[in-house]
């Protein structure tokens, strides 16, 4: 088992920045792939970004591209989720996920954080 607890969100005007932050534990963080998704309000969960065990290949939705970016740190077993020029379109609820493979759909991940409120206001 996996437990992973996100951290990091709130309301922020447009243009802002946010850090998400991703606790892990109960395996070999290293051994696994993590990666966050989003769901909006009357919306499908959505894919964000995704980085390799070793944090050598990312993943990006084209939505995000350019703004947001995905990092891990091994040796404290957490991911974040730097999150620069804040968009409206951006508020959702952000769940951290891990799993042994990476890969951008949501049926690929075992492991589910509760999730974390990113409100962005025009």
């Known amino acids: 088992q996996v437990q992973l607890v996100e951290s990091g969100g709130g309301l922020v005007q447009a243009g802002s920045s946010l850090r998400l932050s991703c606790a892990a534990s109960?395996?070999?963080?290293?051994?696994?792939?993590m990666g966050w998704f989003r769901q909006a309000p009357g919306k499908e969960r959505e894919f964000v970004a995704s980085i390799s065990g070793n944090g050598g290949i990312t993943y990006y939705a084209d939505s995000v591209k350019g703004r947001f970016t995905i990092s891990r740190d091994n040796a404290k077993n957490t991911v974040y989720l730097q999150m620069n020029s804040l968009k409206p379109e951006d508020t959702a609820i952000y769940y951290c996920?891990?799993?042994?493979?990476?890969?951008?759909?949501?049926?690929?991940?075992?492991?589910w954080g509760q999730g974390t409120q990113v409100t962005v206001s025009s």
């Open positions: 109960g395996r070999t963080f290293s051994n696994y792939a």
């Open positions: 996920v891990a799993d042994r493979y990476l890969s951008r759909s949501a049926n690929a991940y075992d492991y």
